[in-house]
């Protein structure tokens, strides 16, 4: 099994992006809709959605329906390391693009209309 599926092979990135790539979809849809609590926790929703796409894709592998060995604890791993790099990336986005609220209200601290 382990020259047969080498933790740096090919099919391992392909996972890890795979997975990166879902968790950027599924979470860019979620934060697009107009509903407050599936934008405010897009990211989980993102990633969830990825690793379910990836355990899906594992069992289409055990039963056959791809050209592979079959389902590997291997390709789950890198499933959910793109799933962690995706999230990761996505909060690091998030905390970049909040507004700064401090500032604006130490400028408006010296108006006063009393």
């Not at 860019?28 to 796409?53: D, E, K, V």
Request: charged share 20%; hydrophobic share 45%; glycine share 8%.
């Amino acid at each position: 099994m382990g020259d047969e599926d080498p933790w740096l092979g090919r099919d391992k990135l392909y996972h890890v992006l795979f997975c990166f790539s879902l968790t950027l979809f599924f979470s860019t849809l979620a934060n697009l809709t107009r509903y407050p609590f599936l934008r405010r926790h897009s990211i989980w929703i993102g990633s969830i959605a990825s690793l379910f796409a990836g355990a899906a894709k594992e069992v289409a592998d055990e039963l056959g329906f791809f050209r592979s060995a079959g389902a590997s604890s291997r390709d789950a791993v890198a499933d959910i390391v793109g799933v962690l790099i995706g999230g990761f990336v996505l909060s690091l986005v998030k905390r970049c693009s909040r507004p700064n609220y401090n500032h604006v209200t130490d400028q408006n601290r010296g108006i006063s209309l009393v």
